[in-house]
């Protein structure tokens, strides 16, 4: 159980260009999602924590316009990168957290590299 | 005072060896204590976890070690395999809130 579900799982795309990618919770409702990013051999960055039917809470010096955050329901969330640049190529991982205990899970990652 | 720091950045261990990888934190009102493996290219995967009520918690090879006094709490990997190598992150939380994590560890595991 505690499956989550990352797609795509890589994702290569022009400078400028916008992508989704989302995350599904495969086996359990989730009210709370969050959005990490993990450049090499670095540590998981907290980005944004978003819970289902509200406003995503990002943390501070991430761009809410540029990382968009969409919560609609209890089991997918999904992370749209606008008007991407070289610089956002990074590892994108989202987890989720089962309703009321604090464990959350992982999902796979999405690579994302922006040429 | 949110900072989770961990130790040592990269560990070498002979098979069959024992892993230790230490954390300590500063804020009291953290209550959880999970432990990640992950693997190159991978999400974290949750290891075992602990919560400040007891002192340890013991699955199958993977221990945590918690001295809630020293505000201090480690993994032990007993007989250490060469497919426990990998990178592995503590973390912790107030509730169900958001983990902290640590700097993560790199274990190489020489068979």
């Known amino acids: 159980g505690a499956v989550v579900s990352q797609h795509p799982s890589w994702v290569i795309c022009k400078s400028g260009t916008s992508v989704k990618i989302e995350c599904r919770s495969l086996?359990?409702?989730?009210?709370?999602m969050f959005w990490y990013r993990q450049f090499p051999k670095q540590s998981l960055m907290l980005m944004a924590t978003?819970?289902?039917?509200?406003?995503?809470?990002?943390e501070q010096g991430v761009e809410k316009d540029k990382f968009l955050i969409n919560h609609a329901s209890l089991t997918l969330s999904t992370l749209t990168v606008t008007s991407a640049h070289p610089e956002d190529s990074s590892f994108y991982i989202c987890?989720?957290?089962?309703?009321?205990?604090?464990?959350?899970?992982f999902g796979p990652g999405t690579r994302l590299t922006v040429l | 005072q949110q900072q989770v720091k961990q130790s040592p950045q990269s560990l070498i261990v002979q098979k069959g060896g024992i892993s230790i990888i230490n954390c300590a934190y500063e804020?009291?009102?953290?209550?959880?204590f999970p432990w990640y493996q992950q693997f190159p290219g991978k999400g974290p995967a949750l290891l075992i976890a602990?919560?400040?009520?007891?002192s340890e918690k013991k699955e199958g090879r993977f221990t945590i070690s918690f001295n809630k006094s020293a505000k201090q709490f480690s993994l032990h990997i007993m007989d250490s395999q060469p497919g426990d190598s990998a990178t592995y992150f503590c973390?912790?939380?107030?509730?169900?809130?958001?983990?902290?994590f640590g700097q993560g560890t790199r274990l190489t595991i020489n068979p």
């Open positions: 978003s819970n289902e039917g509200s406003k995503a809470t990002y």
């Open positions: 602990i919560r400040p009520d007891v």
């Open positions: 987890s989720a957290q089962i309703t009321g205990i604090g464990e959350q899970f």
């Open positions: 086996d359990f409702q989730a009210t709370t």
């Open positions: 973390a912790a939380s107030m509730g169900a809130q958001k983990l902290v």
């Open positions: 804020n009291t009102a953290f209550d959880y």
